[in-house]
């Protein structure tokens, strides 16, 4: 097989994300393409959590779907919430000790699940028990259970490595590792690299290989390893894993930020985190990461730094993001450089802070009291993510204005396979600068849209809030006024004169599409393969990714909509509005009636979006989709 | 740059008309600022005054190094942003104390415990001028400058206190009269190494009718002609000088943090908030 699924839940807390990171290194060690999505509650301990991920032997998988071929569960309520996710003939990973345990005692187990269960297992006749499911499974679905006494083998391992038993249950993730080695067959070299790499304490590392090994030997003897992958033909040298987190912040150091400002928020603050790791201060290459009060403060540091020279950004969410908004505008005002990168999440309010979204396009865009020019960037995978954090800066400075750059939560906590960024590519570009000896320096000198920036320290120079005259002190003047506000505005025809159209959007699809998908974001995985099984099955889909909002691809959507027709556009988004339509109509005048959107704050799933592509096709002109837990 | 000429009060200042009204506080405080920033030959480039909003917030217009003026509450984060990205620069943040006390409490607090190497002057005259009038945190209770249509029924906070319990280095008061004073403590406090915060009682003769210079005039005395010595030299004698009523034994920890730093503290008794036991501090 070319492709494999699995869904490996249990406890937040119990240890499902370092399963998560062992599997994703140990299969791309071999060879294999991985995306490995994490979806959780906001709690630390309890409540349930999963790993969703797709292995592909010929490509570095991006999308996401439904049904799985094997769903490894550490504890009973993984069994409830994930069965109606496994395939006919999928495998079911469980532990045996929980037989008895009956769905409607879980006390972590949200009131509407349990409901649903309830109805659905009054109509099969079960009785609400794990083992009840497991035979359904057996005997209905094909399925074959991989029973394991999770008791035993922990008792095995304190016997073997001598382990004090208050220990032994930190070994459970690993008893699922094993097993999930076990029936695809990974390599015992790659499973034992990711242990090594995970646990650089030799003992640890030692009881958790043994832990792996005692499973799948004894998976191996009873089942064999039927979901044994080919042999990996991607062509790709050298491969990254990370998580969207991680790549951006590597791309932050590629792009020489000097100072990074945070709140801690979900599910930002692991960029800042991973950051902090590589903090030096002093001398060359020296990064600050500086955890601030607040939001409020986190910008307007970032600010200030950004007024010294460095190149400065910060990393937030939804509601770090709203407190921004005041010292955006300064900065917008100011023509100061500094970045935002943006985690979406589920909103408005705390709203759903572990959940995805794209919700926060619109604020995006238009957060603000006043005008005043910004780009917006927004990526689709990690390997966009990766460039667009460098390109960010690079916009950022060379038209002193704020940069967006909008990513989130699925990106953020997706490890996924990226091809090694070639950096030989990377150009730094820092705008044009203020020569030194100057006689006198005007910051906001009006020769030109974009005046030479100095730096804090280079020459004495004002900045205000206010408006302001070329020197940046205060000017009510109704004649400056109208010169400074051109003068920042027209920045935007700027940007929109430099930055090519093709940096804007990309298109993936047939030549000649009967029907174009349009979307922006974490969407693009998805939609492409959607795409792609469209084609197959004789649907001229294609998919047109926006990959930047401001400057707006304006000139290629409309050709692109005039050939396939305004009525054969679908919108497909992560929120309620279809936020990028609107922007689409603002920008280019082409309304966009149909629409795919989904709002559980759970990624798009490749079956759904089949799915609504079909529906719209037979007339519907809205499809709101929620398939996952 | 090396500079070979000396720099004079003169060349502090600019051409920016000083629109502040007629015998505002503020003059005293820039006037204080010109003198303090010559004698210690600030090279104007390498300076910043970083304001907030409000009638302090004009303050970097008139001086002749280089002025940031920011968000309403936000000078802090902005000046703390320029000084760890750019250490090498001397960055003087002058705020009022609506800015400090009120909208940008939480960076007050901040500051302290960070220690940055800056220095805060506080305007503090008890109302929000610019907005004309209305009563500010540091306006005590049932006051009733002339704007307010009643009372005021808030307490006020005690800006010397927060500043000691968050963690600040330096903490001196002055007043907006005393120019030549004013100077020498706004001297020390950018010499200081650390967060250093300087109150400064500033008449808004506009809008608050109470805090008069009169008023000042009268019950203003200088700590260090009495005798004070401002350096904590040692946690014991920190732990000596608070009256217990004031400084509850859970801020000794404050305390010591202070052990490792200058507390020069001009006490000048004032009105209002401070018990007469404040002055240890």
New interface residues.
């Given amino acids: 097989m070319n492709e494999l699924r699995y869904i490996i839940g249990g406890p937040q807390g119990g240890g499902l994300e370092t399963t998560s990171e062992i599997l994703s290194w140990a299969f791309a060690w071999s060879g294999y393409g991985i995306i490995s999505d994490r979806e959780y509650f906001s709690n630390i301990k309890g409540r349930h959590s999963y790993v969703h991920a797709t292995v592909s032997a010929t490509e570095l998988p991006k999308h996401l779907t439904y049904p799985v071929d094997i769903v490894a569960a550490m504890d009973a309520e993984t069994v409830f919430t994930h069965f109606n996710d496994l395939r006919d003939g999928g495998y079911l990973i469980y532990n045996s000790d929980d037989d008895s345990v009956n769905y409607a005692s879980i006390p972590s187990m949200e009131r509407e699940l349990r409901d649903r269960l309830s109805e659905q297992f009054k109509g099969l006749g079960l009785d609400g028990t794990v083992k009840s499911v497991v035979k359904y499974l057996q005997g209905n679905r094909k399925v074959r259970v991989v029973a394991l006494s999770f008791k035993e083998l922990l008792m095995e391992i304190q016997k073997r490595e001598g382990i004090v038993p208050s220990q032994a249950s930190r070994y459970i993730s690993t008893i699922l590792v094993g097993a999930v080695a076990a029936i695809t067959d990974i390599s015992q070299e790659s499973i034992d690299y990711s242990l090594r790499r995970r646990f650089t304490r030799e003992d640890v590392y030692r009881h958790n290989r043994a832990m792996a090994n005692i499973v799948i030997d004894l998976v191996k003897g009873q089942f064999g390893s039927e979901l044994k992958l080919d042999p990996p033909k991607i062509g790709v040298r050298s491969i990254l894993v990370a998580s969207g987190n991680d790549a951006i912040a590597m791309a932050k150091v590629v792009a020489g930020v000097r100072f990074q400002a945070y709140y801690p928020i979900t599910p930002a603050a692991d960029e800042s985190f991973t950051l902090e790791e590589y903090e030096t201060l002093g001398g060359e290459g020296s990064i600050i990461i500086f955890q601030t009060e607040d939001e409020l403060a986190a910008i307007n540091a970032a600010i200030g730094a950004a007024l010294t020279g460095v190149r400065s950004s910060v990393a937030t969410s939804g509601p770090g993001f709203d407190l921004m908004v005041e010292g955006l505008g300064w900065a917008g005002h100011n023509e100061v450089p500094v970045v935002v990168t943006y985690y979406q999440r589920g909103g408005p309010s705390t709203g759903q802070p572990t959940r995805g979204g794209q919700s926060d396009l619109l604020s995006s865009v238009f957060a603000s009291h006043g005008e005043y020019p910004r780009i917006v960037l927004a990526s689709g995978d990690h390997e966009e993510a990766f460039y667009d954090a460098i390109d960010a800066f690079n916009y950022a400075e060379t038209y002193q204005v704020p940069v967006i750059h909008l990513v989130d939560k699925f990106l953020a906590n997706t490890i996924a396979t990226i091809p090694m960024p070639n950096l030989d590519n990377v150009r730094i570009t820092r705008g044009v600068l203020a020569p030194r000896g100057l006689k006198e320096y005007k910051r906001f000198d009006l020769s030109s849209p974009i005046s030479p920036r100095a730096f804090l320290g280079d020459y004495v120079m004002w900045y205000t809030g206010d408006e302001h005259d070329e020197y940046g002190h205060i000017n009510e003047d109704p004649i400056n006024r109208v010169r400074m506000m051109n003068k920042r505005m027209s920045k935007l025809d700027i940007i929109d004169r430099e930055i090519p159209e093709e940096r804007r959007y990309s298109y993936f699809g047939p030549d000649r599409p009967d029907i174009l998908l349009v979307g922006w974001g974490f969407v693009k995985g998805v939609a492409v393969k959607a795409v792609e099984e469209l084609t197959e099955e004789g649907i001229g889909a294609g998919y047109y990714h926006i990959r930047m909002f401001i400057p707006f691809p304006r000139n290629s959507l409309t050709k692109f909509a005039n050939e396939v027709g305004a009525n054969n556009l679908i919108a497909v988004e992560h929120n309620y509005m279809a936020q990028a339509s609107k922007l689409v109509a603002m920008n280019t005048g082409i309304m966009i009636n149909k629409s795919i959107v989904k709002y559980t704050g759970r990624p798009m799933y490749v079956h759904e979006l089949v799915n609504a592509v079909k529906n719209v096709l037979r007339g519907s002109t809205r499809e709101v989709v929620s398939y996952g837990a | 740059m090396e500079r070979k000429i000396k720099l004079t009060i003169n060349d502090y200042k ?1 051409n ?1 008309w000083v629109d502040w009204c007629p015998g505002c506080g503020n003059y005293g405080i820039l006037s204080a600022m010109y003198q303090a920033f010559a004698d210690l030959q600030l090279e ?3 300076t ?1 005054v ?1 304001s907030g ?1 409000g009638c302090s917030g ?1 303050t ?2 008139f001086i ?8 309403h ?2 000078a ?7 000084k ?3 250490p ?2 001397t960055v003087v943040v002058n705020v009022g104390d609506g800015d400090l006390l009120g909208i940008g409490a ?2 007050f ?2 500051l302290g415990r960070r220690n940055v190497d800056l220095v805060v002057i506080m305007h503090d005259n008890t109302v929000y001028g610019l907005t004309k009038g209305q009563a500010s945190p540091t306006l005590a209770r049932n006051l009733q400058p002339k704007a307010l249509p009643k009372p005021n029924i808030q307490d006020a906070v005690n800006p010397i206190g927060l500043a000691i319990a968050a963690g600040y280095t330096f903490i001196a008061r002055g007043y907006a009269a005393r120019v030549q004073h004013l100077k020498e403590l706004i001297k020390k406090a950018i010499l200081h190494k650390g967060a250093a915060f300087i109150d400064v009682l500033q008449p808004c003769v506009t809008y608050d009718n109470i805090h008069t210079y009169d008023y000042y005039n009268k019950r203003v005395y200088d700590l260090q002609e009495e005798g004070w010595d401002p350096m904590v030299k040692s946690l014991r004698s920190f732990r000596r000088r608070p009256p217990r009523h004031w400084l509850s034994p859970t801020r000794v920890m404050v305390g010591y943090q202070l052990v490792y730093s200058w507390l020069i503290q001009t006490y000048l008794r004032s009105r209002r908030d401070t018990p007469r036991g404040c002055r240890i501090t």
Avoid: C, F, Q
Wanted: proline share 8%; aromatic share 2%.
């Fill in positions: 600019t920016v104007p480039e390498k910043v970083v909003i004009k970097p217009h002749n190094v280089t002025g940031v003026h920011t968000l509450g936000r802090l984060p902005y000046a703390e942003g320029i760890l990205a750019n090498d620069l939480a960076h607090v901040a």
